[in-house]
C-alpha cells in the first residue's frame, strides 16, 4: 500500500524545492502512484483551503509568499538610513515579511503611515525578504488647488485659475517648493485656517509659466470643470475595502486568462483566455473567456463612491495624466487585474464557430488570477515570431490561441460590414519636463484589433442577455446619420470624384464602400473626416435603437467599469439577473436610468472636448517655435470666416482668416463647401493641397493662424481683401438643385 505523505511533509518539500511544485512532482517525490495520487489531490486541496498553499496553473505557491504587485504600508527609517514597509493584505501564518523601499529620484517622498502600490522581488537578506518598487502612492486625500504663485515677504500665495474662485491661500516661508512670483502651481492643503481666515498650503509642484506644456491638461481640468478631487469620505470608503474571497463565486483562478493593454497602462479591467471547443458539432470553433474587474462587489448603489463615480461619469485621459472615475485604492489595485494576483471578476464564456458566429454565451461572477500582463506591442511581435522571455512560456496555451480565435472573428466582421474608418490617432509624446517631443501617428496593431473584437462581442453578449432576462439597463445607441449630414458626405464625395449612392436604406456597407473607393489616394483622409462627421454621438439610453456604426442591433458597455459608469450599470443588471447578490441594480438606478444615461453622456462630451482641448494647446505649444516656418496640408473646412488647413506633420488645425486670402473678394458657397475670388475665379474646397506659412501659434488658446501661401501648387497673391463688388453670378450648384428636389422631413419613428 502507498504511503501518503502528511501535510507538514509536502510543506516542507514544497518549501525545499520551489521549482518542483507541479502535483506530478510531489507525486513522484514521495513514490505515489495509482489510485493514491486522489489522496494527493485531496490532500493538497485542503492545504488550498487551509490557506497553507496557493494554486496557480498547475503548480502550488506557498501561501507565505508575497504576489508580485501589492499594497505596502511604509513602517519608517532604520538607523541606516533605509526606507522600510510591510505588506497589507498578509495571510501567512508566519513571520510578516519585512520589505525593502527602492526609491527612484522622482518619486514622492514617503513617510511612516503612507500606502503604496508597489512592485515586489524577492531578495531575501538578514534584514529584508524583498525589495519594492513605487508604482503609484494611495491613501492620502489633501486638498489640491491649481493657480498663480504670488511671492510675498513671509512665503506667498496662490490665486487658484479656477472661474469665480477668489479665495487665496497662503504658502508658508519653507513650504513654496522654490516657486517664482507668477508661476502656475499645484499645491496642495497644508493645515487648518491660518491668521486673516485664510488657508494653509504647500507648493508640491512648479508648472512654470501658465502657457507652458506642462499646465494645458490642468488648466483643462479646471476649464470644463472635470472633478479631480475626490471628498474625504470617497477616499475614505475606498481605503476601507478588502479583496474578495471566493465564496460563492465561481473558482476561475485555474484558467491562463491574461491582460493586454497599453504598454504605460496604469489598470487593467479585462482579461483574455481562448481554448477549443470540445464539442464534436462545432469543427474547429472555439470558447473565448472575456473575464472584466467586479467593480459592482466594491462600488456599490448609493454609497459615496457611487455618487462620486456616477457624477464623474467617466475617466478623463490626457497625454501627461488620468482623472480616474474611482480612487486609486480600486482603480489601480483592488479592482485591476493585476499579474498573479487574486481578483473579483465578471466573466462571460463565448462559443464562436468557424466563421466567427456567436452560437451561445454564458456569464459567471468568479475569482480569476492572471497569469501576465502583457503589453500590446509584445504580445505582437510574439506573433510575428520574435517572442520575449516572458511571452515565449505562454504561446501554445495563451497567446497563440487568441489569434487563432480572432482570425474567425475577423471573417464574421466582414459579413457584419461595421464602420470601417482609417484615422491614425495622433499621440503627443513628452519629455519629463512635460514639454512635446514630437507628435505621432499610434500604428494599428492585430494585438489592438484583437482585444477590440473580443469587447465587441462580450458587450454584445451582455446586452443579449439582459434582453433576454427583461433586466433594465442602459444601451450604448449609435442611430444612423440624419439626411442633411449625409447630403453634405455627397457633396463632398462628389467633389473627389466619388459616388455614394442614395434612395435606399444606408447601411454601413455602403459607406464602406465609398472608403474604400477612396483608400490610397489623396483624398482618402478627406473623406474618412467627412464620413466621420457624418456620424451622430453615441449616447447612453435605457431602450434600444441598435449601434449604427458597429452594424449591431443591441449593444451595451460592460468591459471597462473602471473607468466608465454606464459598464458598471450593465454590471448590476447581469448581477440582478442572475440573482448574484445585493449588489446589484437597485431601484433608485432603475427609476433614473434615463437622467443617468444623459449625466454620463454629458460627462462623455465634457471629456472628449477637454483631451481635444489639451491636444490643441499641446500641438500650439509644440509650433509655437517655428513661427514663420511653411507646412503642407489639405483644406478640411470651409467657412464663412475662413478655411480650416489639416496641416500634414501632426495633424494640427491652422485657420486661414478670410480677409488674408489675397487681393480679392472671396465668396461663400454653403452649399458646395466652397469660397470664389470675384477677381480671378479661384476656388477653395475641401481635399485640396496647400502650403501654409504659420503666422501664429497661442498655446493658451490652442489656436493656430497660418497664411495661403500655394493652392495645389500655385502661388496666391499677397495681401488682404480690397475687392467690394458682388459675387459673380453662378448657375445653382448641383448641390442646391439636389436640396430643393429631395427637401422632405424624414420623421424616426421609435417602437
Partial sequence: MTRIPSKSEILAWISEHPTKTAKRDIAKAFGIKGAARIDLKRLLKELEEEGKLTKRRSSYRDAEELPPVAVLEVVGVDTDGDLFARPLEWKGQGAEPRILMMLRSSDPALGPGDRIL?????????????????????????????????????????????????????????????????????????????????????????????????????????????????????????????????????????????????????????????????????????????????????????????????????????????????????????????????????????????????????????????????????????????????????????????????????????????????????????????????VQHKERLDAHRLIEEFMVLANVAAAETLIAKKSPLLFRVHEEPSPEKLEALREVAHASDLTLAKGQVLKTAHLNQLLKGAADTENSELINMATLRSMTQAYYFPENFGHFGLALRAYAHFTSPIRRYADLIVHRALIAAHGWGDDRLSPWDVEHLTDTGKQISDTERRSMAAERDTTDRYLAAFLSDRIGAELTGRISGIAKFGVFVRLDETGADGMIPIRTLGAEYFHFDADSQTLMGFDSGTVIGLGQRVTVKLAEAAPVTGGLIVELVKLEDRLMPRGPSRGRGKPPRRKAGSSRKKAAKTARKVKRTRK
Avoid at 519653507?174 to 512670483?181: E, I
Avoid at 493593454?261 to 481554448?275: L, T, Y
Wanted: glycine share 8%.
Fill in 118 to 438: 508597489g512592485r515586489l522581488t524577492v531578495d531575501a537578506t538578514e534584514d529584508h525578504s524583498h525589495t519594492a518598487r513605487m508604482i503609484r502612492r494611495i491613501g492620502t486625500n489633501p486638498q489640491r488647488i491649481l493657480g498663480v504663485f504670488r511671492a510675498g515677504s513671509e512665503g506667498g500665495r496662490v490665486l487658484p485659475i479656477e472661474k469665480g474662485s477668489d479665495k487665496q491661500w497662503t504658502v508658508a516661508t519653507g513650504a513654496t517648493g522654490g516657486a517664482k512670483d507668477g508661476e502656475l502651481v499645484e499645491a496642495e492643503q497644508a493645515g487648518p485656517k491660518g491668521r486673516m481666515g485664510l488657508p494653509k498650503a504647500r507648493i508640491v509642484a512648479r508648472l512654470g509659466d501658465p502657457t507652458e506644456p506642462r499646465a494645458v491638461s490642468l488648466i483643462a481640468i479646471h476649464q470644463h470643470g472635470i472633478p479631480d478631487h475626490f471628498p474625504d469620505e470617497v477616499v475614505a470608503e475606498a481605503d476601507s475595502a478588502k479583496p474578495a474571497g471566493l465564496g460563492k463565486r465561481r473558482d476561475l483562478r485555474d484558467l491562463p486568462l491574461v491582460t493586454i493593454d497599453p504598454w504605460d497602462a496604469r489598470d487593467h479591467d479585462d482579461a483574455c483566455f481562448v481554448e477549443a471547443d470540445s464539442d464534436p458539432k462545432n469543427k474547429d470553433g472555439f470558447i473565448i473567456w472575456v473575464a472584466i474587474a467586479d467593480v459592482a462587489h466594491y462600488v456599490t448603489p448609493g454609497s459615496e463612491l457611487d455618487r462620486e463615480a456616477r457624477k464623474r461619469g467617466n475617466s478623463t485621459y490626457f497625454p501627461d495624466r488620468v482623472v480616474p472615475m474611482l480612487p486609486d485604492r480600486l482603480s489601480g489595485d483592488l479592482c485591476s487585474l493585476h499579474e498573479g494576483v487574486e481578483r473579483a471578476c465578471l466573466a462571460v464564456a463565448m462559443r464562436i464557430d468557424a466563421a466567427g458566429n456567436k452560437i451561445d454565451h454564458q456569464f459567471h461572477r468568479g475569482l480569476m488570477k492572471s497569469v501576465a500582463s502583457l503589453n500590446y506591442e509584445e504580445v505582437q511581435e510574439a506573433v510575428d515570431g520574435a517572442p520575449n522571455a516572458k511571452c515565449a512560456p505562454l504561446m501554445d496555451e495563451a497567446i497563440s490561441p487568441l489569434y487563432a480565435a480572432y482570425a474567425a472573428l475577423t471573417r464574421a466582421r466582414a459579413q457584419r460590414q461595421p464602420l470601417e474608418l482609417d484615422l491614425p490617432e495622433r499621440q503627443i509624446v513628452l519629455d519629463d519636463a512635460g514639454k512635446v517631443t514630437s
